[in-house]
């Protein structure tokens, strides 16, 4: 008979106190470890993600050769040791859409065939915005139908855009860092035109790797690594120059993940008397629009850099909120829902007990994530007893709204869901039950075993 892992969720009676100290971002450090591959030196990641998705990326630069360690509170990479990998190379990224993007980038400047796969939901997201602006760059790439199965046939020199004064325009981030990642190996550079508020991580690992990619507003030019603005260190030999000596070791402390800090922050403006403080967290101001939201729905949340050397990182205080008020929040809004489109189901949720209605419009994109993540949240919530109405591109709810539970929270295997319902079962008249919780590794696996809510857990198998 077959058995499956759940975890239950039960209320929570007494307060989220103390101070917490989260893992590794997960967007940087996959920035870190595809940034540190091209390094002729050591890169020491201090606090990386440990999450499922980034220990692709760090598998992916083994099996490309260069040399990795894992210690208990941070990872070496030394891109010196690559080497050409076999001239056939089958990569499986798992359900990590970030690995995949930016792989695509990253091999498009590496000799030989490479041919790319994901699980079942991967392999439903599109790639075709990443694959589309690097054939203009002279990668040659074949999609299935702009999904994976992807293959990069790759020769080392990509000839970069014959028109220098042409631009590339994207609105992802995940986009852009492709596009930097080939365009430094590229004859002659890359153009990019940022066309909407992003991510600035990639900008920020440049620069501090050495990278001198010269800003003008929202254009970004990349110069191939044969220019004297390149990168310092990445391996001229690979490219037939003259080899450079190895520059000395660069060490990097990832910051907290912001987007895991706001299950806890949602936590704790609706388990009742709560008071916690998150430490060494990023704080990089296109990462905090879900705090601005909360804050501008009357939650008492408030928070403060102490270290801005490249990646701003500070503390985040969080108090019980019982007046929160509800939200409309559009591409008109001052902070704009791809902002922050990882912790919209988590500002949906917090709608649903704060007063009057909340809107979030133009977030299609959350449908193309590890779920439909719109008609996934609208039926797992449902089946909590929270309704919540499923538009075209976003969701409309009403407030003060009991979270029945009782309940098998359907997070259709979506790590960002799993994690949500188990938020959600601190505040549930009836325990949640979650299956398949491990899921929720793809970018925390510490989740289950926060303090914030261990102790309201019963791990147990179901026949």
């Not at 058995?3 to 996959?30: A, M, Y």
């Not at 296109?286 to 501008?296: A, M, P």
């Not at 403060?304 to 490249?310: A, H, Q, R, S």
């Amino acid at each position: 008979m077959e058995t499956q892992s759940i975890q239950e969720v039960f209320r929570r009676s007494n307060p989220i106190t103390g101070r917490f100290v989260l893992p590794g971002d997960k967007s940087i450090t996959h920035r870190a470890l595809f940034f540190s591959a091209l390094r002729e030196g050591r890169t020491i990641i201090h606090n990386p993600s440990s999450a499922r998705d980034c220990r692709n990326t760090y598998e992916l630069l083994e099996s490309l050769g260069c040399c990795c360690e894992t210690h208990k509170d941070h990872w070496v990479v030394d891109g010196s040791a690559r080497s050409v990998g076999p001239a056939l190379m089958n990569i499986h990224f798992g359900n990590s859409g970030t690995t995949a993007r930016l792989a695509i980038g990253f091999l498009s400047g590496e000799r030989g065939t490479f041919s790319l796969t994901g699980d079942s939901s991967l392999s439903r997201r599109p790639m075709e915005h990443v694959t589309e602006p690097l054939r203009f760059l002279g990668a040659d790439i074949v999609t299935t139908d702009g999904k994976l199965p992807v293959t990069v046939i790759a020769n080392r020199v990509i000839s970069g855009l014959n028109e220098p004064a042409k631009a590339i325009e994207v609105s992802s981030a995940q986009v852009h860092a492709a596009l930097t990642l080939a365009g430094l190996r590229s004859e002659s550079g890359v153009r990019i035109r940022r066309i909407a508020p992003m991510r600035d991580h990639t900008l920020r690992m440049a620069k501090k790797f050495g990278l001198s990619i010269q800003t003008h507003d929202d254009l970004d030019q990349v110069y191939p690594v044969t220019e004297p603005n390149g990168l310092q260190g990445i391996s001229h030999k690979r490219r037939g120059l003259s080899t450079k000596d190895p520059e000395p070791n660069v060490d990097l402390l990832i910051p907290g993940d912001v987007s895991s800090a706001s299950f806890l922050i949602t936590a704790a403006l609706l388990v009742s008397e709560s008071d916690l403080q998150i430490h060494n967290v990023g704080l990089n101001p296109t990462r905090t629009g879900f705090l601005e939201c909360v804050k501008g729905m009357g939650g008492k949340v408030s928070w403060k850099i102490t270290d801005n050397e490249w990646e701003p990182r500070g503390s985040i205080h969080v108090q019980y909120s019982p007046g929160l008020h509800g939200i409309i929040l559009d591409n008109s809004s001052h902070i704009t829902p791809l902002m922050m489109i990882d912790e919209l189901p988590l500002l949906a949720f917090l709608g649903t007990q704060a007063n009057g209605e909340t809107v979030i419009r133009d977030a299609g994109e959350l449908r193309v994530k590890e779920s439909d993540r719109i008609s996934a949240t609208v039926a797992m919530m449902g089946s909590l007893g929270v309704k919540i109405e499923e538009l075209e591109d976003g969701f409309r709810l009403s407030g003060q709204q009991k979270v029945s539970g009782g309940g098998r929270a359907d997070h259709r295997g979506d790590h960002r869901l799993a994690m949500l319902a188990g938020v959600a079962g601190l505040i549930a008249e009836e325990p949640v039950i979650v299956p398949n919780p491990d899921v929720a590794g793809n970018s925390w696996p510490g989740f289950w075993d926060c303090e914030a809510w261990r102790f309201n857990l019963q791990s147990r198998f179901q026949y």
